[in-house]
Structure formats: structure tokens, C-alpha cells
């Protein structure tokens, strides 16, 4: 099984500040790799696929990059609704799909 | 546009059974890998099941292998979770997803 380590657990930052999170494979997943919003009481809202895609919808600010076993979720500048958690989920090797424990981004 | 509509949550009795649906529109059904995960209350996210476009590769978490059945119907762009023996840890949201979506959920709430 695939285990994917997000770090860090929880970042606190303020509005227009830049976001930094990162997702590491416990073996590679080649670019197989999506990342996942997720506000309270709301389902996951999927942002970025095959590590680097922006899903349909999702605004320029979110970024993607990384292949193999490292891999970074970029907000270049943080709006009031980007407040949230964060998930990243590998499909390059199933059963099973596998999920990061999260990140959580909060206001400073 | 792509859309996943799950169906069929409710509460159950533990040890009794719940079949939940997914209705996909706005994308090629038959060309995608589709899976089901679930989020308990204030937990993380645990994949549930697979299945692949070809019905060639099935998988369940061993949390729910023997109990629960995942299947598709290709024809009608619809995803299925048959959840037999429920049981209280299986208390959730269930969704349904592929790797360009995400439905909106389904709530399973097994309680006596």
C-alpha cells in the first residue's frame, strides 16, 4: 500500500499570503497524483489532477507540480474561501486508492 | 458538465443492508475507473471500493471485503455499492468519484 505523508499537518497564514503544501509517496506514483479541497460541512472539491491539471473551474492561483514521490500544492495568494483542508490522493497503484491525512490552512 | 449524483443513504439498523447508486452524466462513462469513499464524522477520507472501466480490476478496503459489493452499469453511466451486515463503524458519508469528480454525497447512518 501506497502510504502518502502530508506536511505540515496545519499552516496559518493571512489572506494574500502564499501557500505551501506538500504531499510525499512512500514510493512513486509517477504523476497519478490529485489534490483535494475540502471546507467545512462541504464534500471534497476536486483542484488538481495528475499533479499538475487544474480541474475545471478552479482559479489560476492553485498550482500543481511534482512526479515520482514528492509533490507540492501551491496558493499563490490566499482568498478568504481558500481557508480550509487540504487532501492529496494517489491513483497510480490500486487497491487501494490512498489519501494524505490532510492539511489544514487557518487563519493566522 | 460532469456531474456524480449518489443515492440511497438513510439510516439502517446494524446488520441490516443499504444499496447506494451513482448516477454519472456530462463525461464517458465506460472510460473511467470509478470508486467509492467515505468520510466518518470529523475523520479523514477511507477509499471503499473500486472498480475499473473494464470490470477487470475490483478492490475493497479490508474494512468492508465480504460485506460490501461494488458494480457498474456501463449502459446506464451508473456506479453501485451493495452494503450488506452494516455495522455502526460504517456510520458516513459516502461518495462517489473518479479521478476528473466528486459527487455531493450520500449520508449512511447505522444505528439501532
Known amino acids: 500500500e501506497i502510504v502518502l505523508t502530508q506536511s505540515p499537518a496545519t499552516l496559518s497564514l493571512s489572506p494574500g499570503e502564499r501557500a505551501t503544501l506538500s504531499c510525499r509517496a512512500s514510493?512513486?506514483?509517477?504523476?497519478?497524483l490529485a489534490w483535494y479541497q475540502q471546507r467545512p460541512g462541504q464534500a471534497p472539491r476536486l483542484l488538481i489532477y495528475?499533479?499538475?491539471n487544474r480541474a475545471t473551474g478552479i482559479p489560476a492561483r492553485f498550482s500543481g507540480s511534482g512526479s515520482g514521490t514528492d509533490f507540492t500544492l501551491t496558493i499563490s495568494s490566499l482568498e478568504p474561501e481558500d481557508f480550509a483542508v487540504y487532501y492529496c490522493?494517489?491513483?497510480?497503484?490500486?487497491?487501494?486508492?490512498?489519501f494524505g491525512g490532510g492539511t489544514k490552512v487557518e487563519i493566522k | 458538465e460532469v456531474q456524480l449524483v449518489e443515492s440511497g443513504g438513510g439510516l439502517v439498523q446494524p446488520g441490516r443492508s443499504l444499496r447506494l447508486s451513482c448516477a454519472a452524466s456530462g463525461f464517458t462513462f465506460e472510460d473511467y475507473a470509478m470508486h467509492w469513499v467515505r468520510q466518518a464524522p470529523g475523520k479523514g477520507l477511507e477509499w471503499v471500493s473500486g472498480i475499473s472501466w473494464t470490470n477487470g480490476n475490483i478492490g475493497y478496503a479490508d474494512s468492508v471485503k465480504g460485506r460490501f459489493t461494488i458494480s457498474r452499469d456501463n449502459a446506464k453511466s451508473s456506479l453501485f455499492l451493495q452494503m450488506n451486515s452494516l455495522r455502526t463503524e460504517d456510520t458516513a458519508f459516502y461518495y462517489c468519484?473518479?479521478?476528473?469528480?466528486w459527487g455531493q454525497g450520500t449520508l449512511v447512518t447505522v444505528s439501532s
Open positions: 468519484a473518479n479521478s476528473r469528480a
Open positions: 514510493q512513486s506514483v509517477s504523476s497519478y
Open positions: 495528475d499533479a499538475s
Open positions: 490522493q494517489q491513483r497510480s497503484d490500486w487497491p487501494p486508492l490512498t
